[in-house]
């Protein structure tokens, strides 16, 4: 019903910069929240940052004042841009996001497939 794809990831050094985007597509009324989450290998799977109604944002200590959540409400889309990386951000990114379907009162939550984020000398 609803695919969001992830895109931007990618080999880079540290003190690097690097802009992930995620497209959400197919039967979707509305997105409440959409977000970034990832993991790094023996480790779970954590919150990056955040976006609510396209305006609220959260963001993970370890990231704030490095990374930055946006949205385009328009075309159903949210960027993580990341300065100054570290090797600690090596993961595997995931967009995620709150969905209103095309049924007014279904709403879902929803998964990327992921990108490998890698910062290493």
């Known amino acids: 019903q609803v695919q969001l794809v992830e895109s931007g990831g990618g080999l880079v050094h540290p003190g690097g910069s690097l802009r992930l985007s995620c497209a959400a597509s197919g039967s979707i009324r509305s997105i409440t929240a959409m977000g970034w989450y990832r993991q790094a290998p023996g480790k779970q799977r954590e919150l990056v940052a955040t976006?609510?109604?396209?305006?609220?944002?959260k963001y993970a200590d370890s990231v704030k004042g490095r990374f930055t959540i946006s949205r385009d409400n328009a075309k159903n889309t949210v960027c993580l841009q990341m300065y100054s990386l570290k090797p600690e951000d090596t993961a595997v990114y995931y967009c995620?996001?709150?969905?209103?379907?095309?049924?007014?009162?279904?709403?879902?939550?929803?998964w990327g497939q992921g990108t490998q984020v890698t910062v290493s000398s």
């Open positions: 995620n996001a709150d969905v209103q379907l095309d049924i007014p009162t279904m709403f879902d939550n929803f």
């Open positions: 976006i609510i109604s396209g305006v609220t944002t």
